[in-house]
T-cell receptor, first 114, second 113 residues
Framework: EPEVTQTPSHQVTQMGQEVILRCVPI?????FYWYRQILGQKVEFLVS????????KSEIFDDQFSVERPDGSNFTLKIRSTKLEDSAMYFC????????????FGSGTRLTVV | KQEVTQIPAALSVPEGENLVLNCSFT??????LQWFRQDPGKGLTSLLL?????REQTSGRLNASLDKSSGRSTLYIAASQPGDSATYLC????????????FGKGTKLSVKP
């Protein structure tokens, strides 16, 4: 069964450093997403991406966050200057077509900011 | 603002029991509802997707129902097994949203052998 692949599985970074989280969505999917889950809390929406642009973003997704689809397969989330409160599990997801289709999530990247 | 609540927060049952997990949402104007399974430290595995026009979906020992008007969904697991131990998450896609899945906090299920 097709998978959404995320790398790395775990990243430790110092506060103030930039990090890039990488995702390879399912190849025929058109919609891409980033979600995050702080330990013990709900999974929260960050951003959705369609047709090479952001289609929706949450209040969490401020100027320190950016997303990019640099080629036909990768989808990245960049955090410019990490804070302690950015420590969380970050999930990439993709969806084949319109809202009637379900989401497929990756296995996540655990980001630890020290 | 849509809120999703899952009850109970944790559940421990002996192997072989049938069980029901509950999910409620405050705004009935949803597009669909999806149930996920999350193993500790792992990603989300999709279990069932129910469109707003549907009443239920089944996959193997799992059955999910949706009552949109009352803002409720249930996940029924038949003949539970230790391998079913995980956290089960409910998520709704609002009618006005393109991608913002709103999640509940989950029900942590432990099935004892």
């Amino acid at each position: 069964e097709p998978e959404v692949t995320q790398t790395p599985s775990h990243q430790v970074t110092q506060m103030g450093q930039e990090v890039i989280l990488r995702c390879v969505p399912i190849s025929n999917h058109l919609y891409f997403y980033w979600y995050r889950q702080i330990l013990g809390q709900k999974v929260e929406f960050l951003v959705s991406f369609y047709n090479n642009e952001i289609s929706e973003k949450s209040e969490i997704f401020d100027d320190q966050f950016s997303v990019e689809r640099p080629d036909g397969s990768n989808f990245t989330l960049k955090i410019r200057s990490t804070k302690l409160e950015d420590s969380a599990m970050y999930f990439c997801a993709s969806r084949e077509r319109d809202r009637g289709y379900g989401y497929t999530f990756g296995s996540g990247t655990r980001l630890t900011v020290v | 603002k849509q809120e999703v609540t899952q009850i109970p927060a944790a559940l421990s049952v002996p192997e072989g029991e049938n069980l029901v997990l509950n999910c409620s949402f405050t705004d009935s104007a949803i597009y669909n509802l999806q149930w996920f399974r999350q193993d500790p430290g792992k990603g989300l595995t999709s279990l069932l997707l129910i469109q707003s026009s549907q009443r239920e979906q089944t996959s193997g020992r799992l059955n999910a129902s949706l009552d949109k008007s009352s803002g409720r969904s249930t996940l029924y697991i038949a003949a539970s097994q230790p391998g079913d131990s995980a956290t089960y998450l409910c998520a709704v896609l609002d009618g006005g949203s393109q991608g913002n899945l709103i999640f509940g906090k989950g029900t942590k299920l432990s099935v004892k052998p």
